[in-house]
């Protein structure tokens, strides 16, 4: 199993930037990717970023150009850098693992994300 510590939300002003941090511990040798996913009100839970252990990344067409994910293996630490962010990023922001043969899903407690001025 493993288990996911986040941290970095907060309130920042359009145009304004933000970085999260999503910290894995336990089994992290079996994870196959690590991922941001958010859930803004009324909306379903939606992909942002995520990046394999091949260090291929995935984002999502909205986030393309200004979000940035990356991993620090030896921290076992994946990061969200968040650029450029307007009112429509406003979100809980939450850390995903797929971890072992069946790519099991595993999620950190979200973080709270809002953009305004």
């Known amino acids: 199993q493993v288990q996911l510590v986040e941290s970095g939300g907060g309130l920042v002003q359009p145009g304004g930037s933000l970085r999260l941090s999503c910290a894995a511990s336990g089994s992290v040798f079996e994870i196959n990717t690590m991922g941001w996913f958010r859930q803004a009100p009324g909306k379903e839970r939606e992909l942002v970023a995520r990046i394999w252990n091949s260090d291929f990344t995935q984002y999502a067409d909205s986030v393309k150009g200004r979000f940035t994910i990356s991993r620090d293996r030896a921290k076992k630490t994946v990061y969200l850098q968040m650029n450029s962010l307007s009112s429509e990023d406003t979100a809980v922001y939450y850390c995903?693992?797929?971890?072992?043969?069946?790519?099991?899903?595993?999620w950190g407690q979200g973080n709270q994300v809002t953009v305004s001025s």
């Open positions: 995903n693992v797929q971890w072992g043969s069946v790519w099991v899903d595993y």
